[in-house]
Every structure is written in structure tokens, then in C-alpha cells.
């Protein structure tokens, strides 16, 4: 046997034969694992919807149940922990039946705990990629650049509080506008976190419905509703060990609220459709572009789980309170954030000052989105204002011109600016805000994304 290691791998030994069950369990956890042991099938179950395990080894013959039988019923309520089969009685046939019906590898004993132990590795590593796959796949889009890029005296302070909060594991709750990037913020304080090589799962609780919230998060039963043809894991799940960033808290359903608090007070939680509490080690990092405290005095969040999640706040300021950061940004996206990447650019005098001068509405998705279209439209390496949604300030173009009158503003600024006020007025209703401009919905879209509005 290998060295005690701290190899962090959660097992599950259904084993009826009592000596073999306990030499399994101790010589496994000598060995660095996390070992959970069953007599039986029933057991072996009842312990797989309790827990989140990466690996189980479940013997062929018990005499409670086929080992085959359970092998199904625990496919079919989740595929996340890989299963190794084992037996004294091994055939080709039960082993082909094993591998179709989702089990990782079929062993025969006796096995040599040395050859075990690889293969729970292997398996575990499996398991490993498909969690992280799942998770790259809900994250498609959002993965390819993290960096925080700041030097304002509020950003050094935001990445200090990152920083001290990364170190202690209580949650996290992020306030800040829209396009602040509160999500790069909540992956800071991960990376900070002693969970940094665990899983960083996301969910936009502003597209979760009342619906599909429970299904999303907590995963479901197999027949817990019509369609539901096999049982699915929730975000719960995927996240276990590691951080669920959940964003636009503040939209999430009164009902689903509640089941929220029981997760955060209990470490537990039910599957859609399920009868038994399943335990979870969970980070929470939350993030709201909405005040909480008048999201509690509408009666739209509950205030005891506002009080449970504002333990150690961050708040991001926006762009407009922190333009140092603007020409830093600017260079980053011309860097990093266009399909010509690699060419030298550069910057008018004009356009450096008409940046610095927006206050940016929509934040640093704003500024991207605008350096993006101006990247495209450009046909030179050189950012001037022609280039930008917006023109260089009337007070900055008198003192630059010494007096002179200053310039016509085009028909798209009036344009663009009408709409933000539509906008903000409705509180990012786009049907509403479509019917108040008396245009069409994929209209209002198009003007949003070409003059860089956020909604």
C-alpha cells in the first residue's frame, strides 16, 4: 500500500462480508481516502442519496439485493460517481451487463489492494473530468478571460477585501451594477479560497423560474415529473467540495428562498421528487445588482436570508466611480478582447478623452462591447472617435477649440441616449421599453448591442 496521502476522493464500499467491508475501510482510509461503508444494498442506497461520493464499489452478490439491480437504480438516479463493480463469482456475462448499465470497471476478488487503488484513481478521474465537462459546458462563453485589471485606489481595495475574505470559508455576498464583473470578483475570491483546485459552478438565478429553479439546483428523481426519464444532478452537487457562485440572488423565487435558507443552515438538501436529505460542502459567493434591503421591504427576499448571506459583503463600485481603471481596461481589450489580437494599436488624443469622459451605463461589459465594435469597424490599427457610440463631451470640445462653436450631435447619440432613458425607466423591461419607442423587439435588440446598452 501507497503512503497515507490526502487524496480528497469520497468512496462508498457496499460490501457484505463484514471482514473484507472492514479491512476495505481501514486500509482505504489509511491511504488518504474518504471511506463510507454499507452491509447491504438497501444500505449501500440509502447512503448513495445521502452523499455526493466520486467512486462506489459495489459488490455483485448480497443478500439483501443484486448488485446488478442496484447498480441500475443508482444509474438511474444519478450519473456523477463512477462504479467498480466487484465479486467472487464473476462471469463474462454479469460483467458485460455491469459495463452497458454504466459501471466504471469490473473487478474480481480477490484483488490486490495496490491494483484497487489504482483503479479508484482512474476512476476518480473520471469522474473528475465529467463534473468539470459539465461545468464547462453551463460556463461556454464565460471562460476565456478572467484577469481583474484595476488600479484605482477602490479596485486595490475590493481585491484586498477579496483577498481576506478568500481565507475564511463563510459566504460571500457581492453588491454591484450591472457589468461591474462581479462574477470575475466571485472567481477571486475561489482562486483565493482553499476550494481553488475544486469545482467554480455558476448559475444566473435571474433566468431560474419557478419551475425549473428546484430541478437546476437540487437536481432531480427519476419520474419526479413528466419527462424526467432519469435522475439528473443539480447544481448542488456539481459544486460539492468547491463554490457555487449564484448571481442575481435577488431574483430568485420566494418559495425557492426558503429551501436556499435550509441549505445554508444544514449543509443538506432534497432532490426534486426525493425522500432523503443528501449533504453538500458547499461555498456560497452571491452577487446582487439589486439593494437587498429594499428587495426585503417589497417583500421580494426574505430577510432572514438576506442576514444569513451578508456575512462578508464586497462592494463593486462602478466604472464612473473608478476611471483610472478605464485606459488600463481599454488596452487589455484591444490586447486581448478582438480577433486582431497581436497588432500594435493605438489611440487619438480625442478618443482617449471621449472614453475617459462616459460614465459608462453598462459598466465594463459596456467599455468591451465598445472596443469590441470599434476593433471591427476599424480599418486601421488605430482607435479614433469616429469609431466610438459616442462623441467627445461638449465642454471638452469648447476647451479644446478655445470657443469655437462646437459641434453638431448626430442623430444616433440622440438616438441612444432616448433609449437608455426608456430604458432605466422601465427597469430594463425591453416589451415595455419596445412599445414606449414604438419599435419591434428584435429592433430594440439591435440598437441595444450596436450602441453597447445594457438592459
Known amino acids: 500500500m501507497s503512503g497515507k496521502i490526502d487524496k480528497n476522493i469520497k468512496v462508498l464500499v457496499v460490501e457484505d462480508e463484514a471482514p473484507l467491508r472492514e479491512l476495505l475501510q481501514a486500509e482505504l482510509t489509511r491511504s488518504g481516502y474518504k471511506v463510507h461503508v454499507a452491509s447491504g444494498g438497501e444500505e449501500g442506497l440509502n447512503r448513495y442519496r445521502e452523499e455526493v461520493y466520486s467512486v462506489v464499489l459495489l459488490d455483485v452478490r448480497m443478500p439483501d439485493a443484486d448488485g446488478v439491480d442496484v447498480l441500475r437504480q443508482m444509474r438511474a438516479e444519478s450519473n456523477i460517481p463512477e462504479i467498480i463493480m466487484f465479486t467472487g463469482h464473476g462471469n463474462i456475462e454479469t460483467a458485460v451487463e455491469c459495463i452497458k448499465l454504466g459501471a466504471y470497471d469490473y473487478l474480481t476478488k480477490p484483488v490486490k489492494l495496490d491494483e ?16 468539470e465537462n459539465i461545468n464547462l459546458k453551463m460556463e461556454v462563453g464565460k471562460l476565456d478571460n478572467h484577469r481583474i485589471v484595476g488600479k484605482s485606489p477602490a479596485m486595490i481595495k475590493v481585491l484586498e477585501t477579496v483577498k481576506r475574505w478568500g481565507g475564511v470559508d463563510e459566504h460571500v455576498l457581492i453588491f454591484g451594477e450591472s457589468g461591474t464583473g462581479k462574477e470575475l470578483i ?3 475570491v475561489h482562486d483565493a479560497s482553499r476550494r481553488a483546485d475544486k469545482p467554480f459552478v455558476t448559475v444566473n438565478c435571474g433566468r431560474l423560474n419557478v419551475h425549473t429553479a428546484e430541478s437546476e439546483l437540487f437536481g432531480h428523481m427519476q419520474g419526479a415529473y413528466t419527462g424526467a426519464l432519469k435522475g439528473r444532478a443539480g447544481l448542488f452537487e456539481l459544486a460539492d467540495t468547491g463554490t457555487l457562485f449564484m448571481d442575481e440572488v435577488s431574483e430568485m423565487p420566494l418559495d425557492v428562498q426558503v429551501k436556499l435558507l435550509r441549505v445554508l443552515e444544514t449543509s443538506t438538501f432534497r432532490r426534486l421528487g426525493g425522500n432523503r436529505d443528501i449533504s453538500v460542502d458547499v461555498r456560497f459567493v452571491f452577487a446582487s445588482n439589486k439593494n437587498l434591503n429594499e428587495c426585503v421591504a417589497r417583500g421580494d427576499f426574505r430577510e432572514d436570508l438576506y442576514h444569513r448571506i451578508n456575512l462578508l459583503p464586497i462592494n ?4 464612473r466611480e473608478r476611471r ?17 489580437r497581436g497588432e500594435s494599436w493605438e489611440i487619438t488624443e480625442e478618443a482617449i478623452l471621449a472614453l475617459c469622459a462616459h460614465d459608462w451605463p453598462g459598466n465594463v461589459r459596456e467599455l468591451s462591447n465598445t472596443i469590441r465594435r470599434a476593433c471591427i469597424l476599424a480599418h486601421e490599427t488605430v482607435i479614433s472617435t469616429e469609431l466610438l457610440p459616442f462623441s467627445l463631451p461638449k465642454n471638452l470640445l469648447l476647451n479644446q477649440g478655445g470657443g469655437v462653436e462646437v459641434e453638431t450631435v448626430p442623430l444616433w447619440v440622440v438616438e441612444r441616449d ?10 430594463g423591461n425591453k416589451s415595455r421599453a419596445a412599445k414606449i419607442l414604438e419599435i419591434d423587439r428584435k429592433t430594440l435588440y439591435t440598437k441595444l448591442e450596436r450602441y453597447g446598452l445594457s438592459a
Do not use: C, S
Open 116 to 131: 484497487l487503488e489504482m483503479v479508484l484513481d482512474k476512476a476518480y478521474e473520471k469522474n473528475r473530468l465529467r463534473v
Open 186 to 188: 466571485a472567481r477571486a
Open 316 to 319: 463593486l463600485p462602478p466604472l
Open 324 to 340: 483610472e481603471d478605464i485606459l488600463p481596461l481599454v488596452w487589455h481589450f484591444l490586447r486581448t478582447g478582438n480577433d486582431r
Open 418 to 427: 432616448h433609449i437608455q432613458k426608456v430604458i432605466e425607466k422601465v427597469e
